[in-house]
């Protein structure tokens, strides 16, 4: 089955900082999906993003198919950005879906 | 609220037992979709039903089965449990058939501990 690696696994962060958070897949995929779960565990369907940019507020995330790999950006974070980010593919279809282990983010005041 | 509600919230059960899980779709939503989460195997996609049909299957064991009842709310079945079906189940909802434009909109879970 397809591979999902996601990186890094753990990353801290002043409020108000930048970060970019990765996922790589081993095997073409048509669909990919970002998720964020909370720290109190709510699960939030982020981003459907099988390939180029997409933007909601201050995330956004851009899929590039043809290099196997999905980037989640996160600007000016915010102390309720914390939490841990999953990504999923693929997201269309009838085919396995495969997570990503996460990247447990911390934002600090 | 995301809409999509949960019950119960907390379950804890031994092994060898059976438990049913609920789950109520968002108002208008066909589609409900079942996840597991445990610390031994992350995140899986479990099962999905569309209208009361099964439309695609994950990581899903054979002890577990689920439905889709017609006013749409769906049950999950896990029987003969074993310690390793310890997780939280995590129930999502969305109006279309895994459409890549649809978004999913997920319960609280229910945590499931099996002792």
Redesign the interface.
Known sequence: GIQVEQSPPDLILQEGANSTLRCNFSDSVNNLQWFHQNPWGQLINLFYIPSGTKQNGRLSATTVATERYSLLYISSSQTTDSGVYFCAVPFWGYQKVTFGIGTKLQVIP | D?GVTQTPKHLITATGQRVTLRCSPRSGDLSVYW?QQSLDQ????LIQYYNGEE??K??ILERFSAQQFPDLHSELNLSSLELGDSA?Y?C?SSVKD?????????G??TRLTVL
């Open positions: 995301s996840y992350g995140l899986q996609f439309r695609a994950g990581n939280l995590f999502a895994r459409d890549r434009t649809d978004t999913q909109y997920f609280p879970g």
